[in-house]
């Protein structure tokens, strides 16, 4: 409580520094989550687990929305450093300057995580289309097997009685 009250005792301009500060803090968190589990995402895929593909949407789906919250949190931050507040204390600028750069360590980091989610979605892709191949190879090596046999099986299981040497024992 001792804490509070020493943030209302600094000042308006103080209170509103702490108020986006935490907001930040909280998209920080959020940003760091999403790139922990799009890289656990990602060691999934690459050991062969590919049935996590409505996860992969999920991500893509969570980071544009942080990133549409974050990069509105930019404006209010960069327009106080840039303007100069009339109702933000000089003496508290600096920590508006510290936001900017939080702010703008987020949107970098958002951005990473945007295009980590194409990167995951093709290594899905890639995966998926390698174990097609496989499948593939094994159904063309039956076919190269069989097809002979039946054609073989087929021609000489006919019924007919004028073909040569049908009449000569083998």
């Known amino acids: 409580i001792k804490k509070k009250t020493n943030i209302v005792k600094k000042g308006a301009s103080f209170l509103f520094f702490r108020l986006l500060e935490s907001i930040i803090e909280g998209f920080h968190t ?19 687990n590919t049935k996590n593909f409505s996860s992969i949407t999920t991500l893509r789906k969570e980071a544009n929305d942080l990133w549409k919250g974050a990069s509105s949190l930019k404006y209010p931050t960069d327009s106080l450093i840039k303007t100069g507040a009339p109702t933000i204390d000089k003496d508290y600028i600096h920590y508006f300057e ?13 951005s990473n995580a945007r295009q980590m989610i194409p990167d995951a979605i093709s ?10 191949n496989q499948v593939l190879k094994v159904l063309t090596i039956f076919t ?27």
Do not use: C
């Open 123 to 132: 290594l899905y892709d890639s995966y998926s289309s390698h174990r097609l």
């Open 144 to 170: 190269v097997i069989f097809t002979p046999i039946t054609f073989l099986s087929g021609f000489f299981g006919m019924n007919f009685t004028h073909f040569p040497g049908i009449d000569y024992p083998l």
């Open 30 to 48: 959020r940003a760091k989550e999403l790139l922990d589990r799009l890289g656990k995402l990602q060691w999934e895929v690459t050991l062969g």
């Open 98 to 110: 510290q936001l900017d750069g939080r702010t703008k360590d987020l949107l970098r980091i958002l």
